[in-house]
């Protein structure tokens, strides 16, 4: 069986501390779904463009929560590529924007299924470690890029 292929970097972040962002993320989509208040999408849409633009350490639901939750909870750090995160980062912004842009104009119908579909990935990015985003890169982007092992 082929392995994936995910974009690769020498930068490393703390894998413990990204999931733990990303459950935050999932929590404000919820709160999105439910109170279909647009300001939760745009706020995971401003955390997502930090951690999309490789400035991931300024993103406000790290440093606020999941820095210091890790912390005082003594989470061993775990290091990890930075690049996979970073392209599903991007993934999620364009998600995230869509879903807030989609209900400023009125379309609440259309941004539920997009936030919905943002929640389910990072959900499976957070509670079960599986990265869609390697999945989209290596299935769909990097046979785009014609690039050869």
Not at 22 to 36: D, N, P, Q, R
Not at 57 to 71: D, N
């Amino acid at each position: 069986m082929k392995t994936l292929i995910c974009p690769v970097s020498t930068k490393r972040v703390d894998s413990s501390v990204s999931r733990l962002t990303i459950f935050f993320i999932v929590v404000l989509l919820l709160l999105f779904l439910v109170t279909k208040a647009p300001i939760f999408a745009i706020i995971a849409a401003v955390d997502y463009s930090f951690r999309a633009s490789w400035n991931g350490q300024y993103s406000p639901l790290r440093l606020a929560l999941a820095v210091p939750i890790t912390k005082s909870l003594n989470v061993p750090e775990k290091l990890v590529q930075a690049a996979p995160k970073v392209f599903a980062s991007r993934l999620g912004l364009l998600c995230a924007l869509a879903a807030a842009i989609l209900s400023l104009l009125g379309y609440l119908t259309a941004a539920q299924i997009v936030a919905g579909f943002l929640a389910v990935l990072a959900f499976m990015d957070a509670a079960l470690n599986l990265c869609m985003g390697c999945m989209i890169y290596h299935y769909l982007v990097f046979p785009l890029l014609g690039e050869e092992n």
